[in-house]
């Protein structure tokens, strides 16, 4: 996952290197990604301890015409109504088990505003 938070040579915290007039968008958007890890009620501490590489798998927007979605782990395609598999409350992938990661380009890309 792309760090929101970054620290200024200084020590400040700044998220995302955005200029004040933006601060308000950049807010909402890394207060949108806590909430979303504080409603899996996981713990940084147990987070870590899960942090094996096999337990995770991306998925990509493989047809945006119809919002088909592919698991790199196990080649699942998913078609969603609407938005991506985060957006529609997916953590595992429902076929292969493993937890879900966007690609960077792809977080972006469908988030909604």
């Known amino acids: 996952m792309n760090r929101i938070t970054k620290r200024t040579p ?6 995302g290197g955005t200029s004040w007039e933006d601060i308000t968008a950049a807010l909402r958007k890394a207060l949108r990604r806590l909430a979303e890890y504080e409603e899996t009620g996981l713990t940084p501490a147990l987070v870590c301890s899960m942090a094996d590489e096999s337990d995770f798998t991306a998925w990509t927007c493989e047809d945006e015409q119809n919002n088909v979605w592919m698991c790199a782990g196990c080649g699942a395609l998913h078609r969603f109504e ?7 409350g997916f953590v595992c992938c429902p076929y292969c088990g493993k937890f879900i990661i966007l690609q960077p380009d792809e977080e972006e890309t469908h988030e909604p505003a």
């Open 10 to 15: 200084d020590g400040r915290l700044s998220i």
């Open 82 to 88: 609407a938005d991506g598999p985060m957006e529609n």
